[in-house]
Nanobody
């Protein structure tokens, strides 16, 4: 059982990327999902999160209005749509799946570079 991120890459400032977090060997339905990022030399930062039901989402202030988290429980996938990107968004992005009182899964991360 594990989760894996995909969709990272190089994008120009102002561009968009769509990251995916997919579960293998278990279902996402009962898990809250959080996207984190860590830039070189900086601490781990929470970017966006969604509850298991998907009824609540939260965002770090610098990404509000630019990033959107959504979940497709049938597809066992949570996506992070990133728009109007800037160099400060450059980081390794990782997702975490957590169940209240249950296990926590982490992916290995996907690199995002915003540069011209």
């Amino acid at each position: 059982m594990h989760i894996r991120e995909s969709g990272g890459g190089l994008v120009q400032p102002g561009g968009s990327l769509r990251l995916s977090c997919t579960a293998y060997g278990f279902t996402f339905n009962d898990y809250g999902i959080t996207w984190y990022r860590q830039a070189p030399g900086k601490e781990l930062e929470l970017v966006a999160s969604t509850t298991a039901s998907g009824t609540r989402t939260d965002y770090e202030d610098s990404v509000k209005g630019r990033f959107a988290i959504s979940r497709d429980n049938a597809g066992n996938t949570v996506t992070l749509q990133m728009n109007s990107m800037n160099p400060d968004d450059t980081a390794v992005y990782s997702c975490e799946a957590a169940q209240v009182g249950g296990p926590v899964y982490w992916g290995q991360g996907t690199q995002v570079i915003v540069s011209s």
